[in-house]
């Protein structure tokens, strides 16, 4: 079953054209495309990828996330298993990453930036650079979510620490700093915070 051959209306997101093909697969990855002149109804596109999800906010563990995503379209997902850290700390993102590992959907964990989320914040546990450390070595893949912007902007040493570290590591690093505006939002982005889902309304204005 790893050998086989799908033929229809060819989607290429990167040339934004549709063509007339066959996709020949050898050892359970494609081979080759040719290009034909068949008379197709299905279109063969690839498949989705969900940017940014919080797992555990669906209340499903991973595989069975997976299981119901694949059938819409999606393939893999960046994955920030945030909600769960506050929860259960280092213990319940292992967790994720273990029973991710069961599945042939594609996950890629960041490590829990703020856990708690500010220091103004209770939690049902800490995360720390020495976790962020041991979460990299079992294939944490970037730093997410850096919502404590009040400790970028204030240079505290527990989170630039993580931030550094990724740097160092070469991973990315996720933003989340809403309405973030001027000076500050200049800072923040000198953090070498490359990503900001949730910076829609920010904007590189004088103070």
């Known amino acids: 079953m790893n050998n086989f051959t799908i033929v229809g209306n060819i989607v290429d997101v990167l040339h934004r054209r549709i063509f007339l093909g066959t996709i020949h697969i050898t050892d359970g990855r494609i081979h080759n495309i040719v290009q034909d002149q068949g008379q197709y109804s299905q279109c063969i596109l690839p498949g989705f990828v969900d940017a940014h999800v919080h797992i555990e906010s669906s209340m499903l563990v991973p595989t069975e996330f997976a299981r119901l995503a694949t059938v819409h379209g999606t393939v893999s997902s960046v994955s920030d298993p945030h909600e769960i850290a506050n929860v259960l700390g280092l213990v319940g993102v292992e967790f994720m990453v273990d029973n991710a590992a069961q599945t042939p959907f594609k996950i890629a964990f960041g490590f829990p930036a703020c856990v708690p989320a500010t220091e103004f914040e ?31 902007l204030a240079d ?3 989170m630039m620490d993580k931030i550094h570290l990724a740097q160092s590591l070469g991973i990315p690093i996720d933003g989340h ?19 900001d889902h949730e910076c829609s309304t920010c904007g590189w204005v004088d103070e």
């Open 122 to 152: 209770t939690a049902g546990a800490k995360l720390t650079v020495n976790d962020f450390r041991q979460l990299f070595e079992q294939g944490i893949s970037y730093l997410s979510e850096v919502m404590n912007v009040p400790g970028v």
């Open 156 to 158: 505290t040493p527990e």
């Open 177 to 195: 700093a809403p309405g973030l505006v001027g000076t500050g939002l200049r800072k923040y982005a000198n953090a070498q915070i490359t990503t």
